[in-house]
């Protein structure tokens, strides 16, 4: 069986049945709480790391562009990431 890391999650929540599934959950994570989105990960069986996040959003670094726009999204930033992987 493969291994669901983060790649396989956000590709994951493309589909609107697990969207459903998930997202309520998801919604309820203070923005820029990237270890609750570790953890909220692993209730669902992903397997990933802020250090994974991380090289995502590096290797995508417009995403951070475009959740400042959005209000309700704007603590989902890099400052709010280096300082989640700071702190361990």
């Known amino acids: 069986m493969p291994v669901k890391n983060f790649d396989t999650l956000l590709a994951d929540l493309k589909n609107e049945q697990i969207l459903n599934q998930m997202g309520p959950g998801l919604a309820l994570l203070k923005p820029g709480d990237w270890k609750g989105l570790v953890k909220w990960g692993a209730h669902f069986g992903y397997v990933f790391t802020l250090q994974d996040v991380s090289a995502y959003f590096s ?30």
């Not at 309700?72 to 992987?85: E, R, Y």
């Open 59 to 88: 290797q995508n670094p417009k995403i951070f562009t475009m959740l400042s726009k959005n209000s309700f999204l704007a603590g989902w930033s890099s400052d709010s990431l280096s300082n989640s992987l700071k702190t361990g």
